[in-house]
């Protein structure tokens, strides 16, 4: 009896010190790189540059491979830009594999490590991550003024994506925005994961002090006719299929939502996804 005590006080320690900045619910760092573009032969760029609260940011570019058959149907100056936020474990060097096969494809990307992860400095929480984001804009848009810059969010980088999206899009020109396994908002999905057992339901009810002013499903319609394209697997077993339909709903038009296969964040494993993701960004 005293042992069960003991984990429900720890239990509510550990949400009540989440609630106040969202870490330890939400983010699960690490700062150990397992590998670098260079081990699997990609030319990449270290970043580092601090954000408007001082917080050392490390990230890494990853620039495109400009063919010339490329280069014979695209002007170089319009080819698109991915800042790509990825899911809240690990860092960015087990998250590249979503993306590294972009440059091969004429897109530069961007891949941020929010504070905390990877080599980046500070604590990661919402609202400060969007100080990353706009941080990365920055960086961007100082080094290409003219090229086109769209934001792909997956799992709660899509949650973070939606929303910096509408908080920044003006300001940095942002063409578009692309989703794959989306959330309604932090409560929600906090809610979804306590739910699931008898030992997190216990706390469930301190779910309720989550903020939710950065919600996506309360951003995504104030996206002023920018393309947003989202992609979800009925076969996630992490986050509901349900909600992102949700988020879809909510989001203005010009919008396109595909089914896609596999488990969470496998969209980008199918080669029919990579096709309809670099049609958007090359149109």
């Not at 620039?63 to 860092?91: M, Q, R, S």
């Not at 500070?122 to 400060?128: I, Q, T, W």
């Not at 799992?155 to 794959?180: H, N």
Request: glycine share 6%; hydrophobic share 40%; with cysteine.
């Amino acid at each position: 009896m005293r042992l069960f005590q003991i984990m429900i006080v720890l239990s509510a320690a550990f949400f009540l010190t989440a609630c106040s900045g969202l870490t330890g619910l939400l983010f699960y760092p690490q700062s150990q790189y397992l590998r670098t573009p260079a081990d699997i032969e990609l030319e990449y760029e270290q970043v580092a540059f601090n954000t408007n609260d001082g917080t050392e940011i490390a990230s890494w570019f990853l620039p495109a491979k400009k063919t010339t058959a490329l280069l014979e149907k695209h002007d170089e100056n319009k080819l698109p830009i991915v800042l790509f936020l990825h899911g809240n474990a690990e860092n960015i060097s087990t998250h590249i594999g979503s993306v590294y096969w972009l440059p091969e494809n004429g897109v530069d990307v961007f891949l941020l490590d929010y504070r905390g992860f990877g080599h980046s400095k500070g604590s990661p929480f919402v609202p400060a991550i969007f100080q990353d984001v706009e941080a990365s804009l920055l960086w961007l848009r100082q080094r290409f003024p003219e090229r086109p810059i769209y934001l792909l969010g997956q799992s709660i980088g899509a949650a973070i994506a939606t929303t910096s999206m509408a908080l920044f899009e003006k300001e940095y020109a942002i063409s578009g925005l692309v989703l794959d396994a989306s959330l309604t908002g932090y409560r929600d999905i906090a809610q979804h994961v306590t739910s699931q057992s008898f030992i997190t339901w216990i706390v469930w009810p301190l779910t309720w002090l989550l903020p939710t002013q950065w919600d996506p499903i309360d951003h995504i319609n104030n996206i002023s006719a920018k393309p947003v394209l989202m992609f979800h697997s009925p076969g996630d077993r992490v986050l509901p299929y349900e909600d992102a339909n949700q988020l879809f709903e909510q989001a203005s038009e010009p919008k396109t939502w595909h089914d896609s296969k596999g488990g969470h964040i496998q969209t980008f494993n199918h080669t029919e996804y990579r096709q309809i993701l670099v049609e958007f960004l090359m149109q």
